[in-house]
């Protein structure tokens, strides 16, 4: 059955540096989202993206963040510059549609900021 | 504000009991995704709804857009049912909003 892959697991970086977080949604699907989630607390919206470009973003996902489809397959998401609250686990999502529809989660890039 | 709460928090139960999760939204929802989450962090999507009663197995998803409410249920539930349960509202735009989640523990 596809599914959504994401690397790494887990990324341990220092305060100031820019990681890059990849993700292979499924090969049909169109719509891709990123989404947090601080240890403890829910699962936030971060950013949608369609067609080559921002469909919506959250308040959380301000300049130090970009997505990018670099080719037919991978999605990603950058920070720039990372600070110790960027620390969570990151899902990448897809789905054929629109979010009205079921949307495929990766297993999550977990990030560590010390 | 769009928001979406679940109860109760905390779950347990026995092996064999039928479980009620519950969820209530803002006005102004168009689509309500039950979601699982497993111990090591994964996420799978259970339900998608925007009316009615779905069924999947043992899991039954409802929802009454009037009352703004959805219900997760599982019947004859089973250890391997112990994750936490996730309700998440769509309102007309791509953000999903999510719930704080359910945290269901089935003993033997």
Known sequence: ?114 | KNEVEQSPQNLTAQEGEFITINCSYSVGISALHWLQQHPGGGIVSLFMLSSGKKKHGRLIATINIQEKHSSLHITASHPRDSAVYICAGQYNTDKLIFGTGTRLQVFP
């Open chain 1, 1 to 114: 059955e596809p599914e959504v892959t994401q690397t790494p697991s887990h990324q341990v970086t220092q305060m100031g540096q820019e990681v890059i977080l990849r993700c292979v949604p499924i090969s049909n699907h169109l719509y891709f989202y990123w989404y947090r989630q601080i240890l403890g607390q829910k699962v936030e919206f971060l950013v949608s993206f369609y067609n080559n470009e921002i469909s919506e973003k959250s308040e959380i996902f301000d300049d130090q963040f970009s997505v990018e489809r670099p080719d037919g397959s991978n999605f990603t998401l950058k920070i720039r510059s990372t600070k110790l609250e960027d620390s969570a686990m990151y899902f990448c999502a897809s789905s054929t549609r629109d979010s009205s529809y079921e949307q495929y989660f990766g297993p999550g890039t977990r990030l560590t900021v010390t």
